[in-house]
């Protein structure tokens, strides 16, 4: 009782965060969904699934999450200011290279004709530089832990974004660089608001990184640089793997079946998906709280610390899938409209790897503060090709159920990978 009176109340800012963030994202594809032709709002769905890709791929395995957890370890307030400078630095340079890496791959449609792809591609690099900013703004709260004022940053990019896209509805058919430009502009307003509230502090840090560039001006030699890139190089593997594996399940499911039996599969999926937004706004302060546990009592305080979290956690993550399916046929009918009713068994083995995603998420966070970042990569290798042969084979005997067998099953070895090398971490230490 004194762990869920203390430590949750705590978490419920980094959920409302996430919460946030997914909100904002929610309002854009609405917008265009419902007042934008199917043509615009899929260009807009490939414009943000790129964006993803290349956040997820670089800019978090190589600066946010260092950020959060490397950071974090540093006691001393000044080595802290040093780390954190240089590694927006190098944050700032990694997105500066995405965009001219985006611009020739614009160009390179150009030549060959493509114009719609080289539009979506410039569509895209329009906003990244200023969203991954203000992402590496958020990072750095979660790294103080002061979660409230990164809410609350995030909280004000959603209220632009409200305001401009009421604004974009009434002005009538809404294309999808308006959306982009209203994207642009609220992160723009968001860190600028920042700059004005910390401005003192804003340009001592500018003129420390110049004094920083001045005394070693080849800064990918600089020890912090090396440390993000020792960190991050496993798990840049770990979430392209991540990212292809879960979206694989839908991309390869109608090799087997039909899209009448896809549309089902994936309808029954999204009911765990507040499973998912909420673990994973969660996930942040776990980060934060791992490595203040190792700072003050070490591996056993860390362990303890995710065992009652994932005993907490999980029970809440229980009592929602035992809802949903004792309910199913009511929640089917209103939310689909009774479409899909008749398929709960496949919400069982949604419910199984939404949890086990939960503890691969608690175990990751160890493994993070630990610094044993290959671990999570060899675990989602591992898992994702036990996935992919046994979803080739209980798709093809099962349908969609052997698929949802399958995803359940590679969650589970995920987890079980990364509990089995925590433990024999803490054996050897």
């Keep these: 009782m004194r762990f869920i009176r203390y430590e949750i109340p705590k978490s419920m800012l980094a959920i409302f965060d996430q919460g946030v963030m997914s909100l904002t994202n929610f309002v854009l594809n609405l917008v265009l969904a419902r007042y934008a032709s199917p043509e615009v709002y899929g260009r807009f769905i490939i414009v943000f699934s790129v964006f993803l890709f290349v956040t997820s791929f670089i800019h978090t395995p190589l600066t946010l999450d260092p950020l959060i957890i490397l950071g ?11 780390y954190v400078r240089r590694t927006l630095g ?40 200023f969203i991954n900013l203000r992402l590496f703004i958020r990072c750095f709260y979660i790294m103080k832990g002061e979660f409230k004022k990164a809410f609350k940053n995030d909280l004000r990019v959603l209220i632009i974004v409200i305001l401009g896209a009421i604004g974009l509805v009434h002005l009538g058919e809404i294309s999808d660089w308006e959306v982009v430009a209203l994207m642009t502009i609220s992160e723009v307003v968001v860190i600028l608001f920042f700059i004005i509230l910390n401005y003192k502090k804003f340009f001592h840090f500018i003129s420390s990184f110049l004094s920083d ?48 039996e896809l549309a089902r599969y994936r309808a029954w999926y999204l009911l765990t998906q507040p499973i998912y937004m909420f673990t994973t706004g969660l996930e942040a302060y776990v980060w934060n709280q791992s490595v203040e546990r190792m700072k003050n009592g070490g591996i056993k305080e860390l362990w303890n610390f995710l065992w009652k979290m994932a005993r907490t956690i999980s029970l809440f993550i229980l009592l929602y899938g035992l809802f949903i399916a004792i309910n199913s046929h009511t929640v089917v009918k209103v939310v689909y409209a009774g479409k899909f009713d008749g398929s709960t068994n496949l919400l069982w083995f949604f419910i199984l790897a939404a949890l086990f995603n939960f503890w691969g998420k608690l175990s990751g966070s160890g493994l993070r503060a630990l610094e044993s970042t290959a671990v999570i990569s060899s675990s989602i290798l591992y898992a994702g090709t036990t996935g992919l042969v046994t979803f080739l084979i209980l798709t093809k005997s099962l349908g969609i159920m052997g698929t949802a067998i399958s995803y359940a099953l590679s969650s589970l070895i995920t987890v079980l990978i990364m509990i089995l090398k925590i433990k024999s971490v803490i054996i050897e230490r």
């Design 72 to 82: 974090n370890k540093i006691d001393n307030k000044e080595n802290q200011f040093i």
């Design 213 to 260: 560039i001045k005394a070693q001006h080849m800064f990918w030699k600089w020890k912090e640089i090396q440390q993000n890139w020792n960190y991050g190089k496993w798990l840049m593997l770990a979430n392209v793997g991540n990212y292809v594996y879960q979206n694989a399940q839908f991309l390869l499911l109608p090799v087997f079946v039909s899209l009448a």
């Design 90 to 129: 190098f944050h700032l340079l990694l997105s500066l290279i995405s965009i001219v890496v985006l611009v020739i791959i614009a160009i390179f449609f150009c030549f060959f004709k493509k114009p719609v792809y080289a539009e979506i591609i410039l569509l895209t690099f329009a906003p990244l530089f």
